[in-house]
């Protein structure tokens, strides 16, 4: 019997206001805990909340992004459960009139066109943080997240395996970066997701009982979640215990390596919605639909046909580049100083994201300017380095923060060029190396890069390749002559 997988992914976005949503506290990531907090945001009897009008906007530019209706009049909504760090009881949600219906998502996957339907995009707020103590008997609530605003993005169960699920999550993470909807910081908690997995016979409709895994904050998770749980299910399908799959909230436990359940899923009758009265409805007009559709910048597809057709880099360098708005960014600011396109690909794709890597940097944090890279560049384009010298030169700038001229100056990398100076060093690795032009001569002309190589070592890679290149070729030449 063949089985199909089933998926669908609730994603929580943070929007990126700088006050909460019904309060004027800071939603700034990293605050000294519970130091971001009021007695609206805290839940004391007799507040009342007031909607903050960006989260509005936010709200529609998303919608607006991501080809849905936007519901001009909607509502918020109190769902109603106890947990710890939901200091109300309840959250202000939306239900029934969310702030838009529909919409899709398009991205490439294994070669084609794929398109994932959203069901609906409704803002609410944020719950708060529990810490829990390593070998204690408690513990401890951080409100400083409660009422941050989020926008939640439904989609439906469009999704067939693990891995399309993360290509369309990397897809929309983009989309909201470059909308300047959410910061995406997923290691922050800014973008995390529920994903809804289920398991059917191939060609079957029929919707069968899903699991819900809680609160992903990561790509790399967000797979090996998936994969787990499709593997448990499928294994159950086989076997004929399918009726051991119950619709129950379970979350991924990374040290195990499996999904571990956690509750009971609940309907939507068991969070006994109903309308927020102390907030009015919302009502949406055409012309702020207008200026926030005005507003929205060049979206990631859109860039990256720009990027091949315009930079004639590969789809393959683009996709990488423009997946990271960051890396987008710092790109096209390194081509307004005249570096080249290719060259700076390679860069990007290369030392900067292996240096990022291993100082566990964000892209956003790359300490090296455009320009001192542009400059960088041009040295080495100019014979002024070498290409080897370049990259030292480059990782003392990542760690130092200091321009390529002031490190080149201070450790004398500039790469030798005078023909007399090369002569001179050519012929003392001739006398130590008689085999090799002897292999030469015999027609193993590999020996020629051999002695190119100890060229390379004698100058500490300051020779300029060319040069030498050309040099002993000539030199050899002449000797077997």
């Given at each position: ?56 906007r ?6 607006t992004?991501?080809?849905c ?51 609906r995009?409704h803002?609410?707020?944020d ?15 951080d ?19 693990p ?18 909807i ?8 800014s ?5 809804n997995?289920s398991?059917?016979?191939?060609g079957?409709?029929?919707l069968?009982?899903?699991v819900?895994?809680?609160n992903?904050?990561?790509?790399k998770?967000?797979?090996?979640a ?9 294994e159950?399908?086989?076997f004929?215990?399918?009726?051991k ?13 499996k999904?571990v359940?956690?509750?009971?899923k609940?309907?939507a009758h ?12 919302i ?8 200026e926030v ?13 720009r ?16 997946d ?28 900067i994201?292996r240096?990022?890597k291993?100082?566990e ?6 300490p ?29 700038m ?6 390529a001229?002031?490190i ?11 023909t ?12 130590k ?11 193993k002309?590999?020996?020629?890069g051999?002695?190119?190589?100890q ?21 050899l ?5």
């Amino acid at each position: 019997m063949s089985y199909e997988t089933v998926i669908g992914l609730e994603i929580h976005a943070e929007l990126n206001t700088k006050s909460k949503i019904f309060c004027s506290c800071s939603t700034k990531f990293g605050s000294k805990p519970n130091a971001n907090t009021c007695p609206i945001c805290l839940g004391i009897p007799g507040t009342l909340p007031v909607l903050n009008e960006e989260v509005v906007r936010l709200a529609v530019k998303a919608g607006t992004a991501l080809n849905c209706k936007i519901n001009k009049l909607n509502k918020m909504d109190r769902k109603n459960y106890f947990y710890p760090d939901l200091p109300k009881a309840y959250q202000t949600s939306q239900y029934d009139l969310p702030m838009c219906s529909g919409g899709y998502v398009e991205f490439e996957y294994e070669g084609d066109k794929k398109k994932v339907r959203l069901n609906r995009i409704h803002i609410e707020e944020d719950a708060g943080k529990l810490v829990h103590l390593e070998e204690e008997e408690v513990s401890l609530i951080d409100y400083n997240r409660v009422g941050v605003p989020l926008a939640e993005i439904v989609t439906e169960p469009d999704m067939r395996s693990p891995q399309e699920a993360v290509q369309f999550l990397r897809t929309l993470k983009a989309i909201l970066e470059y909308s300047d909807i959410s910061d995406c910081k997923m290691e922050q908690g800014s973008l995390r997701c529920d994903a809804n997995i289920s398991i059917r016979k191939v060609g079957s409709d029929v919707l069968n009982t899903k699991v819900e895994i809680k609160n992903i904050n990561s790509f790399k998770e967000l797979q090996k979640a998936l994969e787990k749980e499709e593997k448990r299910q499928r294994e159950l399908y086989s076997f004929g215990e399918e009726y051991k799959i119950k619709q129950e909230t379970r979350r991924w436990d990374s040290g195990k390596g499996k999904t571990v359940p956690m509750r009971s899923k609940e309907d939507a009758h068991d969070y006994r919605y109903f309308p927020e009265p102390d907030l009015a409805p919302i009502i949406v007009y055409d012309e702020q639909i207008e200026e926030v559709k005005n507003s929205l910048p060049e979206m990631p597809d859109k860039k990256e046909i720009r990027f091949i057709n315009e930079y004639g880099i590969s789809q393959n360098e683009a996709e990488i580049i423009v997946d990271d708005k960051a890396l987008a960014i710092y790109f096209e600011e390194t081509l307004g100083f005249g570096a080249s396109p290719k060259a700076t690909a390679n860069w990007i794709l290369g030392d900067i994201l292996r240096l990022l890597k291993d100082k566990e940097l964000d892209t956003s944090e790359i300490p090296v300017k455009p320009e001192d890279l542009f400059k960088l560049m041009k040295m080495i384009d100019e014979g002024k380095i070498s290409n080897t010298v370049g990259k030292e030169v480059f990782e003392e700038m990542f760690k130092t923060d200091r321009n390529a001229d002031a490190i080149v100056a201070e450790k004398g990398l500039t790469q030798i060029s005078s023909t007399d100076e090369l002569e001179k060093i050519i012929e003392d690795i001739f006398e130590k190396n008689p085999q090799s032009i002897s292999d030469y001569a015999a027609g193993k002309t590999q020996s020629a890069g051999f002695l190119m190589g100890q060229v390379m070592k004698a100058t500490k890679s300051k020779a300029n390749p060319k040069v030498a290149k050309e040099l002993i070729e000539k030199k050899l030449k002449e000797k077997i002559s």
